[in-house]
């Protein structure tokens, strides 16, 4: 299976939702590809934001390597599910569908609830952690 993270910037969410479903889809066997992209352009070609990268380690997951990259209409014929972070990057991406077969794809992860951008905050990094954790145990224990 093919799954994409996709946040506003990629340097803050959507980052962790891919170091953290790597990590659970490793440690429960499965061999799943994770990737993750930003609807806006501002941090192309960086890495991710250093208090998501610490947030991350100090979970035992290594995001540093991980580099930026915009949400292309092309990531529809790649991946099998789009998980956004909240109602805005639902909006975004959509615009991007081309047919009921990529609107299908994609879905706030967090079922009905968004996942709150913690840019501007640094306290929100942990319990954004821990959200993106329960979305991502809840999505393996639905596709396993």
């Not at 993750?36 to 540093?64: E, F, Y």
């Not at 991980?66 to 209409?73: E, H, K, N, S």
């Not at 996942?115 to 990094?125: E, N």
């Not at 952690?129 to 393996?140: A, H, K």
Request: charged fraction near 25%; aromatic fraction near 6%; glycine fraction near 8%.
């Amino acid at each position: 299976m093919k799954i994409l993270m996709v946040c506003l910037g990629n340097i803050c969410r959507s980052p962790l939702a891919e170091g953290i479903m790597q990590h659970l889809a490793k440690q429960e066997g499965l061999d799943w590809e994770v990737d993750s992209a930003g609807t806006g352009n501002w941090h192309v070609g960086q890495g991710p934001d250093k208090r998501s990268v610490r947030t991350a380690g100090r979970h035992g997951i290594d995001i540093s390597n991980q580099v930026c990259r915009l949400f292309r209409t092309s990531d529809f014929d790649t991946f099998d599910h789009i998980l956004v972070m909240d109602n805005s990057n639902l909006v975004d991406v959509l615009l991007f569908a081309r047919n009921d077969g990529d609107v299908k794809k994609v879905k706030l992860l967090l079922g009905d609830k968004i996942v709150p951008d913690p840019y501007h905050d640094d306290a929100l990094f942990e319990p954004v952690f821990e959200l993106i954790e329960q979305g991502c145990r809840e999505f393996i224990k639905q596709n396993k």
